[in-house]
């Protein structure tokens, strides 16, 4: 993927932790730059957990447990983002309407990302 997809993609996902902070009352980002950088925070940590325990413990993986990975890293994510406030409630909510978002609007792992540049060249 190039830069500018990755540009896009971390628009995209600022834009739906802004819509899911919009629905959940226990999960509030300040504005679109906290949702920007929790976006990129999210994504880092994701790529570290995958790197270290594989691909289905990971918050992009399916299932219960990439689910309450997804959770744990949202509500961690708030000790580092400013103007990000979470419940654990309102961690697990928003994991639920992203994994509900994610269903309709997929988003390549940064894995898949790396594993197919690599394969390329």
Do not use: C
Not at 65 to 88: K, P
Not at 90 to 98: D, E, S, Y
Request: no cysteine; proline share 3%; charged share 10%.
């Amino acid at each position: 993927m190039h830069i500018i997809g990755h540009i896009v993609r971390f628009i995209v996902s600022a834009l739906v932790l802004m819509f899911v902070s919009f629905i959940v009352p226990a999960f509030s980002i300040g504005g679109f730059w906290s949702a920007l950088f929790l976006a990129l925070v999210i994504a880092v940590a994701a790529y570290v957990i995958e790197g270290i325990f594989g691909r289905k413990i990971t918050p992009f993986g399916r299932g219960i447990v990439g689910f309450l990975t997804s959770a744990l890293v949202i509500w961690l994510a708030q000790f580092i983002v400013g103007g990000m406030r979470t419940t654990i409630i309102g961690a697990i909510l928003a994991a639920l309407v992203i994994g509900i978002i994610d269903l309709f609007i997929p988003v390549k792992t940064p894995f898949e990302g790396f594993a197919r540049n690599k394969r390329d060249k």
